[in-house]
């Protein structure tokens, strides 16, 4: 039964994790930019958020959220604000000679910040709750395993957009390539605040 409760965590953890998302498009542009080491920060940075998120969400969240649904809209609205600006600077990110990188790859905080006012990331883990820690009476070991499950798949999936990222850094040795690779990067990203308000 546990084996299987926690198979079903994991399919719901990757699903949500793997598909494409803000915090994923900017690890793909940053490994583009960067590398992977670089990025490992901005990957670490949005794992521990989501599993603090998810760790709110079962914590009783969705309690404060059916008493006060303002909260999440101002979240929306935040997290538009924040994605749109990263989209900006993406989309504008200079140019870089081949073998010359810019110190500025996104750093932990930013992937934190990134991760923490996307919605996407705070419905996936209510939902999750909802269904794995809140009809439980196991409640509280579920929400540590679902926790521990959360943070493990959220690092692999971001790292695997990163790495992405990484295995096309030789296409955008040429300038031109990469001055498009920025602007299709910043277009996606702004493109999922649209999703926001869905």
Known sequence: MMVSILLSMFIFALTGAISPGPVNIIATGSGAAFGFRKTLPHITGASLAYTLIVFLSGSGLLAVLEVFPGIFSLLQYLGAGFLLYMAYKLATAKTQAAGHQSPKAP?????????????????????????????????????????????????????????????????????RHQVMFNRVMGLLLAATVLTIFQ
């Open 107 to 175: 750093r932990l905080f930013e992937g934190m910040l990134a991760q923490g006012l996307n919605p996407k990331a705070w419905l996936v883990a209510l939902s999750g709750c909802s269904i794995f820690v809140g009809a439980s009476d196991r409640g509280q070991s579920y929400l540590f395993a679902f926790c521990i499950i959360s943070a493990l798949v959220c690092f692999f999936s971001i790292a695997t957009w990163a790495a992405i990222g990484t295995l096309i850094q030789k296409y955008l040795s040429d300038i």
